[in-house]
């Protein structure tokens, strides 16, 4: 297999056949994303792709999970990530699921009947960063999609049979939003009603428009006390109608946590009440965390 720059998939990915089909993000404008800032965009040779699979094949023949990177893959035609969802499934016989990265727009642009055949074909679960239920947030991070295009987008997704895992960031509203922040991504995540759902915590990028904010004094970046708050306002504000599982177990996150929606609510906002009493002698170490 053949990588071009840096490659990143969700936590749930980590044992993933990681498979290429786009290089960068073809949006690559949201303040606060550093990853593909030296990858243009562009599609992937289409030859190059099943060579690709074909080596996996001889190298990982058990695969039973594929993940398409890069940034938002579902860009692709349709057709041609038909192409490629059939020559895994002829070539990886144990397959279970494919995952990829999709932005709002991307999914509202496929119509229903494509999306249903792209489950038909093993696309399995997308993957959606929302980051902020504020639009206010989202305009002023360029995420390219307003909250209600989030949930157009999400239950589009649902409709078609495929799971849908959303991806929220703690302080991105800054001191300024923080409550409209938690109290807008918890309402909206809830109309989204996804299978997962987990939250990244905001770490500032050098070379990013947002790191250049926060150095000119124009973003104010949160304590970890004040990011556990905030993710104890998402959690009271979540209202699934469907069972979700739920995870903070980026390595951005200052605590790990993993609960199942709606019975495992009131437990997170003890153990996050707990949490913070105890101050941060109970937070994963700064040195520790990572993108």
């Known amino acids: 297999m053949r990588y071009h720059g840096m ?61 398409l990177a890069d940034g938002d893959a579902l860009v692709l035609s349709t ?35 494509e999306l249903k055949i792209l489950r038909e074909k093993g696309l399995g679960i997308v993957y959606i960063g929302l980051e902020s239920g504020s639009d206010k947030i989202l305009e002023r991070i360029e995420k390219g999609a307003t909250a209600n295009e989030m949930i157009e987008a999400a239950q589009k997704a649902k409709d078609a049979g ?24 918890g309402c909206v995540v809830s109309e989204m009603n996804p299978d997962y759902f987990s939250m990244l915590t905001l770490m500032l990028v050098p070379g990013t428009k947002l790191h250049a904010q926060w150095e000119a004094g124009e973003f104010e970046l949160l304590s970890p006390e004040a990011m556990l708050a905030e993710l104890r306002q998402v959690i009271e504000k979540l209202e699934l109608r469907d069972p979700c599982i739920f995870r903070t177990n980026h390595a951005s ?34 040195g520790w965390r990572a993108l």
């Open 7 to 67: 490659v990143i998939r969700p936590p749930s990915e980590a044992k993933s056949y990681i498979q290429q089909i786009t290089y960068g993000c073809s949006h690559n404008r949201c303040t606060f994303c550093g990853t593909y800032l030296d990858k243009p965009f562009r599609l992937r040779d289409l030859d190059e792709i099943l060579e690709d699979i074909s080596l996996a094949k001889e190298m990982r023949p058990n695969t039973r999970r594929v993940f």
């Open 79 to 113: 057709d041609r990530l038909i192409k490629i969802l059939d020559e895994l499934q002829l070539s990886f016989p144990h397959l279970e699921r494919v995952g990829i990265y999709s932005n709002a727009r991307d999914l509202l642009r496929k119509t229903p009947d």
């Open 162 to 185: 495929i799971k849908l895992s959303v991806i929220g960031i703690l302080g991105l509203g800054g001191s300024a939003l923080l409550i409209e922040h938690a109290t807008e991504t």
């Open 253 to 286: 996150n200052y605590l790990p946590l993993k609960g199942r929606f709606p019975q495992d609510k009131e437990r997170l906002l003890t153990v996050l009440d707990s949490a913070l009493n105890r101050g941060r002698d109970a937070f994963r170490p700064e």
